[in-house]
């Protein structure tokens, strides 16, 4: 039994290839590919933990200078020379009087720096004072005070860095986002009071744009963040990630990532540093991939290198397989035999490894063939009884076109030219669903089963809609989802306009873009109120199965058009609506430009 062992085939060539290939191939490998990893790693660590002690020290330079500005509440003096602290603690003061001077020491604050977005001063009894950088803005009427801080004993002292929030919620004409350095203005004019008054909060506010242009040149990749955060608060300043923003469990898991300077996690890398007297971090969120490019060029090379030596390993294969050959020859002349439909041939091969073993297969299995023969005419037979259903089921459509048709031509004999018509819309509408299982189809399809359909719903409705439709002549041949634009259009029909008084509009704009098609669907309908477009919308964003709710089953139509988007599209193209009530509603969508059928 032993010595057989030692005679396959298998057992000389796998010694062979493992002795004088796998072996001398696997150990330089793997001493080379751990060695350039461990540098590239090393390598890839000190530098992104520089550039992000780099970012950090910019982001401290402006929030040092920032908060720098404060020290002016205590040198700034009025006309009369009299200090800050002297005019706020005034008992009867001139309000105008104080208005103007704290405006002019705004002013004076927001010229010595560029970065400053806004400035705000509220006095301890509650009246606040603004300076915006931007013309227009103002504060709107009974607004809190926008990243407002309560001020106690501890911190008194102490520089406040509060997250970045809108300005929309408390300020008019703005959508800018902006985080606040905060100061209390302490009574200097004596030591008591200097350790425990405060005459007023002054905030400094700093747009997130700011930090975004400090950033970017802080490379981190195409699928790298960079993040200023309080993790242990959730507390943000800024996110290069917007699906990150204000994120709890992203805030979570960069509080565990910042454990060390530098961790990794999975296939990401996190570098981390420490705003100086804060609670914030500047953290690099680094994709692995995106930092191995030299490395992937040299296991290129290597594997360059490792495909020379298969090719000299094969040629010595081939030499030492020559020798072997013989079993395999008469084994092919066989086969050949088989192949002219002689079934008696029979091979013969003493070798007492794996060759003689396949040998007797081969014999037994030419003994078998006869059987294997007749069991594939009965596959046969039961693929034409197969193809013989499919033909049934393709005969069925076409029957109930020829009825409809029938029906339709007995209603133009009898002069009924309407209900004709309306049948020649169903049958049309009927082949142009059922009739083709297409995913894909032309758009002017698409357009000409919108148009049947108007017609039977305006012979239901006695004429009550219009339907324009804007595209052209080249855009009309590109290809689109088949049955992609009919819900919008029920939609809007069922929702909109049938309760609508007078004739209400459908209509339907077709744009092409660099890289993508746009399809507009809109009516002069009832539109939709806050509420209801709230609901719809969150049908839209829901994920996995939606609720139940046939009063509301136009979020369900919104939503089956998504799905099939997303699933037959690249990311980038959906659906979206607008809508405004006692207007109407306008339903989008971006598609690929499908020149064809197949194309991708």
């Known amino acids: 039994m032993r010595e057989k062992f030692f005679h396959s085939i298998f057992v000389k060539m796998t010694a062979f290839f493992v002795l004088f290939g796998m072996i001398p191939l696997a150990l330089i490998s793997l001493l080379f590919f751990y060695w350039y990893y461990h540098d590239v790693e090393e390598s890839t660590r000190n530098n992104y933990t520089q550039i992000a002690e780099y970012a950090r020290r910019n982001l401290e330079a402006l929030i040092l200078k920032a908060d720098d500005l404060a020290a002016y509440l205590y040198e700034f003096s009025g006309d009369g020379y009299e200090h800050l602290c002297e005019i706020l603690k005034e008992e009867e003061p001139n309000q105008a009087q104080r208005e103007q001077l704290i405006h002019r020491m705004l002013q004076d604050m927001m010229l010595s720096n560029e970065n400053i977005s806004s400035l705000r001063f509220y006095t301890r009894d509650g009246k606040g004072y603004a300076l915006f950088r931007v013309q227009g803005k103002s504060i709107q009427e009974e607004a809190g005070i926008l990243n407002k801080v309560e001020f106690s004993r501890e911190n008194l002292h102490d520089m406040v860095l509060m997250p970045a929030c809108s300005e929309e919620d408390y300020y008019t004409n703005t959508k800018d986002v902006v985080f606040s350095v905060v100061r209390s203005c302490l009574d200097t004019s004596s030591v008591k009071s200097i350790a425990g008054e405060s005459l007023g909060t ?30 242990r608060d959730n507390q943000w300043i800024y996110s290069s990630d917007p699906r990150c923003y204000k994120n709890r469990e992203t805030a979570e898991q960069l509080l565990w990532a910042t454990q060390k300077a530098a961790v990794r996690q999975g296939k990401y890398w996190y570098f981390a540093q420490e705003i100086e007297n804060t609670n914030y971090l500047v953290i690099l969120k680094i994709f692995s991939e995106d930092v191995l490019d030299t490395y992937n060029k040299n296991r290129t090379y290597i594997m360059t290198v490792l495909l020379v030596l298969i090719v000299i390993l094969s040629v010595a294969y081939i030499r030492f397989s020559e020798k072997m050959n013989g079993p395999v020859q008469q084994l092919h002349r066989a086969m050949q035999q088989v192949q002219t439909g002689d079934l008696k041939v029979q091979v013969e091969i003493r070798t007492g490894d794996e060759m003689e073993a396949l040998g007797e297969g081969f014999n037994q299995m030419v003994k078998d063939l006869d059987y294997y023969i007749r069991e594939v005419y009965v596959a046969k037979i039961c693929q034409k009884e197969a193809e013989l259903d499919a033909l049934k089921m393709q005969i069925q459509p076409h029957y109930l076109y020829n009825t409809l048709d029938v029906i339709r031509m ?54 009550k809609f219009r339907l324009n439709v804007n595209v052209s002549d080249q855009d009309r041949n590109l290809y689109v989802l088949k049955l992609l634009l009919q819900p919008m259009v029920e939609n809007a029909i069922k929702h909109g306009l049938r309760d609508k008084e007078g004739i209400g509009t459908i209509e339907v704009n077709v744009k092409r873009g660099t890289d993508a098609l746009e399809i507009a669907v809109l009516d002069d309908g009832k539109g939709m109120n806050a509420e209801e477009e709230q609901y719809l919308r969150s049908i839209l964003n829901r994920k996995g199965e939606l609720p139940k709710d046939g009063d509301r089953s136009v979020g369900i139509g919104f939503r089956n058009v998504q799905d099939r988007i997303q699933l037959s599209c690249k990311e980038g193209y959906g659906v979206d609506f607008t809508s405004c009530e006692h207007v109407g509603t306008m339903v989008k969508f971006r598609l690929p430009l499908w020149e064809s059928e197949q194309e991708k």
């Open 410 to 463: 007995t209603a133009v004999e009898n002069e009924d030219q309407k209900t004709a018509r309306l049948l020649e819309s169903l049958a049309k509408q009927l082949r142009y669903v059922i009739g083709q299982s297409r995913e894909r189809v032309p758009l002017y399809m698409e357009l000409d089963s919108i148009r049947e359909y108007m017609v039977l719903m305006n012979a239901r409705y006695q004429g």
């Open 202 to 231: 002054l905030y400094i506010d700093i747009s997130v744009e700011t930090v975004q242009k400090l950033l970017e040149a802080v490379k981190v990749g195409e699928r790298g963040s960079i993040y200023v955060v309080n993790p």
